[in-house]
Nanobody, 114 residues
């Protein structure tokens, strides 16, 4: 099973930016869905942004601020987060799904201070 390693979380002030990177331990194929979910305090885990082939999907709460992209050469997906808000605080999980199974990363903490 593929291993997913996240990096790039941290503490940032409201209005700032962070980039999260998730790298897979093997080749990630275009037809495999890959992306990011987050767990914010008091809420269920929710989809933030996913990509499959050439299409992307972002949640309504982030679609004007976040960008998701793939780097096929590096087997990775990058989430560029701009204009961060305190409500974006949470643990961000990388996610990969194909016809066989789905895999989660260990999570990376993002904290946005007001």
């Amino acid at each position: 099973q593929v291993q997913l390693v996240e990096s790039g979380g941290g503490l940032v002030q409201a209005g700032g930016s962070l980039n999260l990177t998730c790298t897979g331990s093997r080749t990630i194929f275009e037809w495999e869905t890959m992306g990011w979910y987050r767990q914010t305090p008091g809420k269920q885990r929710e989809m933030v942004a996913i990509t499959e082939n050439d299409s992307t999907q972002l949640s309504d709460s982030v679609k004007d601020r976040f960008i998701i992209s793939r780097d096929h050469d590096k087997n990775s997906v990058v989430l560029r987060m701009n204009s961060l808000k305190p409500e974006d605080t949470g643990v961000y999980y990388c996610w990969l799904k194909n016809v066989v199974d789905e895999t989660w990363g260990q999570g990376t903490q993002v904290t946005v201070s007001s």
